[in-house]
T-cell receptor, first 114, second 117 residues
Framework: AQSVAQPEDQVNVAEGNPLTVKCTYS??????LFWYVQYPNRGLQFLLK??????LVKGSYGFEAEFNKSQTSFHLKKPSALVSDSALYFC????????????FGQGTELSVKP | GAVVSQHPSRVICKSGTSVKIECRSL??????MFWYRQFPKQSLMLMAT?????????EQGVEKDKFLINHASLTLSTLTVTSAHPEDSSFYIC?????????????FGSGTRLTVV
């Protein structure tokens, strides 16, 4: 079965510093990978995706992610964190063997301090 | 484009009553919608896959008689929590995929905070 793992429950970063939120995946075939962000009491907002093509994917709000096939990773990054980036982040993979539904990681809470 | 509207955003109901949550795709047709449940600061748990014109597919452990799903049109799916109890209090989120033209991703509703008292 397809799966994604986010090894960190929480990431703390100072404002202005670079941030990384980690995600590793386990899939058969080509992975369709996504990052979403969730603010309190809200639904999920799409940040970026990797389907095919360049390994470095640029997304919304200055975020980017690098697809690394050899390490089966898809880490989310941002060069300079903002306090407003504080939220819950989810990595997900689309499971074509189960009707195309999204399989989510456990989520990582990002806290950016001034 | 690709907007999913979910209503209500917040509902408080008495134990034993039923609550209906609506999920609408506003600018695309969704033959399939998904319903998730989320506990505080936890991941999304897929409850069921809603299929237009047919019965929903429930995930293991989800009571289909408790969580009734109806997908009567290509733009509307509803989740009814029947005979609600305090343990049903949670955050419920729906989603739909606009299809290949949107990169195979999903669009999510803004969620419904259900509190059963």
């Amino acid at each position: 079965a397809q799966s994604v793992a986010q090894p960190e429950d929480q990431v703390n970063v100072a404002e202005g510093n670079p941030l990384t939120v980690k995600c590793t995946y386990s899939v058969s075939g080509n992975p369709y990978l996504f990052w979403y962000v969730q603010y309190p009491n809200r639904g999920l907002q799409f940040l970026l995706k990797y389907i095919t093509g360049d390994n470095l994917v640029k997304g919304s709000y200055g975020f980017e992610a690098e697809f690394n096939k050899s390490q089966t990773s898809f880490h989310l990054k941002k060069p300079s964190a903002l306090v407003s980036d504080s939220a819950l982040y989810f990595c997900a993979v689309r499971d074509w063997n189960q009707g195309g539904k999204l399989i989510f990681g456990q989520g990582t809470e990002l806290s950016v301090k001034p | 484009g690709a907007v999913v509207s979910q209503h209500p955003s917040r509902v408080i109901c008495k134990s034993g009553t039923s609550v209906k949550i609506e999920c609408r795709s506003l600018d695309f047709q969704a033959t399939t919608m998904f319903w998730y449940r989320q506990f505080p600061k936890q991941s999304l748990m897929l409850m069921a896959t809603s299929n237009e014109g047919s019965k929903a597919t429930y995930e293991q452990g989800v009571e289909k008689d408790k969580f009734l799903i109806n997908h009567a049109s290509l733009t509307l799916s509803t989740l009814t929590v029947t005979s609600a109890h305090p343990e049903d209090s949670s955050f419920y989120i729906c989603s739909a995929s606009p299809g290949q033209g949107h990169g195979y991703g999903y669009t999510f509703g803004s969620g419904t905070r259900l509190t059963v008292v």
